[in-house]
């Protein structure tokens, strides 16, 4: 029988990209094999995000350009997935008829069965939180990922509401992973080829997990990671500072795969913005955080996220967020204008001025920008460990990243794919690094 095409869109932060995965993995089960093209389904998943900006809309704009895509065509089974699916809900089979299936990221485990009730043409909508039953199911479904870096979701949801946030309404409450079956799962990857393994949560380092009285912490899962041979580097995303104990930041003193950059999101430098925002920790408990990281090992760098414009931020609030990077020099970080999300405690705020918003914006990334230039920039004329993970596409280049997660694009071989070398930077930009395979100087 010929398989039928599935395509998976997907927008939004890692743990989307890990759950596409894990759906195509599930689907194959129903005779659906993965496709890059979009125009060819049978089936067509938007896998989608909410955290910013006109999120509904731009589901409903992607809808019409895949009904364009079909129009000569036998209409695909059209899935609406992930966090808008969530926070929508039914209503989005209401407003627009194209859509066959709406699904949340915490009821992927009954994909399957929505996929074979379509066939008697019904439409559905599944956004119950299920989310032990989820993984209970995935965890006896091969995790096919092959790829030389691989994520891996260890927790999900979120407890800590912050004022601005919809990830609590769209993922359910903190849920963590039993030990056994992550570990189960990584072993899986690193057999399916994977040298890095990048452990995923919207609180990762709240992982807890108990058994038998006692507590698996995620500094458990790294040292135990530690061990495989195979595997090269260790990663975790994202974490919360309130959520950085002392055992995660020790993982940094012994544990040489886990890599020295930490994304730790702070979004304000204001006490009074992070109180406002509900953040649970002060600038202070941050700047703590830091300085013991840096203690352990002052290679470490640091990324961040920033919101700016929340609603009441003053000049001299924006002022002290400035001052914070100027003190903190994050190599690479995320910065938007606030945007009020349906349904969290800020979306009634005041919002502030528009173009004082947009103001302040253009100043902080222009000094996060130079920042990562800069950066970027120390590293020309040395030699960096990258690990090689593709070729790209019709070019004679490849792809790679180095410890502190930069791009790197390079002149290698294909034998070195899956290989940590050693790589002569020759040029940057903000961005990316560029360079040659330094043959006498080859890594592991
Ligand atoms: N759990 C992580 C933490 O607390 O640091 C963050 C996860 S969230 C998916 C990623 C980032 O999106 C946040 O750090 C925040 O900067 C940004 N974000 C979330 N809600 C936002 C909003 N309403 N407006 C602008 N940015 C937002
Ligand atoms: Fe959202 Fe805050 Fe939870 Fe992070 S900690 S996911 S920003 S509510
Ligand atoms: Fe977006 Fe949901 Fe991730 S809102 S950032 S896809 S958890």
Do not use: W
């Not at 599944?126 to 990922?145: A, L, V």
């Not at 399916?192 to 393994?197: D, F, P, S, T, V």
């Not at 979004?267 to 002060?282: A, E, F, I, P, V």
Request: net charge positive; glycine share 4%.
């Amino acid at each position: 029988m010929r398989k039928k095409n599935i395509f998976i869109k997907t927008f939004g932060c890692q743990m989307n990209e890990y759950d596409s995965n894990r759906i195509y993995d599930n689907v194959s089960e129903l005779g659906f094999k993965k496709t890059q093209d979009q125009a060819n389904a049978e089936c067509y998943i938007l896998n989608t995000c909410h955290i910013r900006d006109k999120a509904k809309e731009k589901v409903y704009h992607e809808i019409g350009r895949v009904k364009k895509l079909y129009r000569e065509k036998k209409k695909p089974i059209m899935v609406v997935a992930g966090c808008v699916a969530q926070a929508e809900n039914d209503e989005m089979l209401k407003r627009e008829p194209y859509i066959d299936i709406v699904i949340g990221p915490q009821s992927y485990h009954k994909i399957n069965d929505l996929l074979k009730e379509h066939e008697i043409n019904l439409k559905q909508e599944e956004t119950e939180f299920d989310t032990i039953s989820k993984f209970g199911y995935f965890d006896k479904i091969k995790n096919n990922n092959d790829k030389i870096s691989a994520y891996l979701t260890i927790q999900e949801g979120c407890d800590k509401f912050c004022h601005f946030c919809v990830v609590p309404y769209t993922r359910g409450p903190e849920y963590s992973r039993p030990f056994g079956n992550i570990i189960d799962e990584a072993e899986q990857l690193i057999e399916n080829g994977a040298k890095e393994i990048t452990l995923l949560g919207q609180n990762v380092n709240a992982y807890s997990y108990v058994e038998n009285s006692k507590e698996y912490r995620i500094s458990n899962l790294i040292n135990h990671l530690n061990q495989y041979s195979e595997l090269k580097r260790i990663r975790y995303t994202t974490s919360h500072p309130r959520d950085m104990t002392d055992d995660l930041i020790d993982c940094y003193s012994n544990n040489k795969k886990l890599m020295p950059f930490v994304h730790l999101p702070i979004q304000s430098g204001s006490d009074r913005m992070l109180n406002l925002m509900n953040r649970k920790h002060t600038v202070d408990d941050y700047i703590k955080v830091y300085e013991k990281l840096k203690n352990i090992n002052k290679d470490i760098e640091f990324s961040s996220d920033f919101i700016i414009g929340y609603p009441g931020e003053t000049e001299k609030d924006f002022q002290y967020t400035f001052d914070l990077i100027k003190k903190i020099k994050f190599i690479n970080s995320f910065s938007f204008i606030f945007s009020p999300r349906p349904g969290t405690k800020a979306s009634n705020l005041k919002m502030i001025d528009k173009n004082i918003a947009k103001g302040r914006l253009i100043t902080i990334q222009e000094k996060l920008f130079n920042n990562q230039i800069e950066f970027n920039k120390s590293m020309e004329n040395t030699s960096i460990e990258v690990l090689v993970e593709n070729k790209l596409e019709k070019q004679n280049k490849y792809f790679g990243r180095n410890k502190f997660l930069s791009p790197v694009i390079f002149e290698a071989n294909e034998n070195d794919i899956g290989k940590i070398v050693n790589v002569k930077i020759d040029s940057s930009n903000q961005n990316t690094l560029f360079g040659f395979c330094d043959k006498n100087m080859r890594a592991a």
